[in-house]
């Protein structure tokens, strides 16, 4: 089983990193107290300990962390990972590949010794999508991708008299499950809202969330445009979405939002605003990963 054997910082450029056993990874940044954190795509790097046996076998007396990278793996072919790539890291974080090798500008002490450095052919560099603690012994494992779509429902939208920011923040926060593929704003029309959902349901994404139109306003019908479309309904996570948001915005049990499937593509009805859809998404967060499994027959399926 992969896993990761080394956890590795240094406090500054230029050090050499050591293995401190256990850190945080932190969205967006990196490892936490670490020189390199927050560099662009860059955010944490990987190297096997596979490739480090072949600077070993050269001779040298190396080990995790004197090639600056921040996660020491085993049993994963890091180098074959496409971009792109998601990982999981331990039981929370999420990694995703940005870059495989790099160049190095200035030769480091471990090229003059052995005329060869592995790291700039077979270390790779990932962004953090979700946080979590790391430690040594967590398993590093290829984590399945899946291509969304996104629909706003909005009058002023569809029109460009309103910003759209709802719909970017659920693009945020799918990460790391995958990509939103597919976009659009529509006005709060349920024909146009049901014809939008088929059209981004004949691109093929593994999943649609709608944004908008769930509450009582005669012109809030994304629920009867979704219950138009859909074969069978998931009323579940509805249910769930109503009874924990609730407890915190005794509103949200006015929202009307739906959810179900359409042949094998999961439709999930959100409220109209970034703060609702983050509360709401949190909420089915701890069971996405085995609905969009389910659906799509696509468990197992790693890094496609």
Aim: aromatic share 2%.
């Amino acid at each position: 089983m992969p896993e990761i054997v080394a956890v590795c910082t240094s406090p500054n450029k230029g050090q050499r990193k050591k293995n401190v056993g256990k850190s945080l990874l932190i969205k967006d940044r990196g490892l936490e107290n670490d020189a390199h954190a927050g560099f662009a795509h860059r955010q944490v790097s990987l190297l096997a300990e596979e490739s480090i046996a072949k600077m070993t076998a050269q001779g040298l007396d190396v080990g995790p962390g004197d090639f600056a990278e921040n996660l020491t793996t085993r049993g994963i072919d890091l180098v074959n990972l496409p971009v792109g790539t998601r990982l999981q890291a331990g039981p929370e974080a999420v990694l995703r590949v940005t870059q495989i090798g790099k160049e190095c500008h200035d030769r480091c002490a471990i090229y003059y010794q052995a005329g060869d450095c592995v790291m700039p052919r077979e270390g790779i560099f990932t962004e953090v999508l979700r946080d979590g603690n790391i430690e040594v012994g967590d398993k590093l494992e290829l984590k399945t991708s899946y291509r969304f779509g996104v629909i706003t429902a909005s009058d002023k939208g569809a029109v460009g008299k309103r910003e759209d920011t709802s719909g970017p923040a659920v693009q945020s926060l799918l990460l790391p499950w995958g990509d939103v593929t597919e976009t659009a704003i529509v006005p709060d029309e349920q024909a146009t809202l049901a014809a939008k959902t088929r059209e981004l349901l004949s691109s093929g994404v593994d999943a649609i969330f709608t944004t908008g139109g769930t509450g009582l306003s005669p012109r809030d019908v994304t629920p009867e445009a979704t219950l138009e479309v859909i074969d069978r309904e998931v009323p579940g996570i509805a249910e769930a979405i109503r009874r924990e948001t609730a407890a915190a915005t005794p509103k949200a049990m006015l929202s009307r939002g739906v959810a179900g499937i359409s042949g094998s593509t999961l439709i999930v009805n959100l409220p109209g605003s970034p703060k609702a859809v983050a509360e709401c998404l949190a909420v089915i967060a701890p069971v996405l990963d085995h609905a969009l499994e389910t659906v799509t027959g696509r468990g197992g399926e790693c890094a496609r």
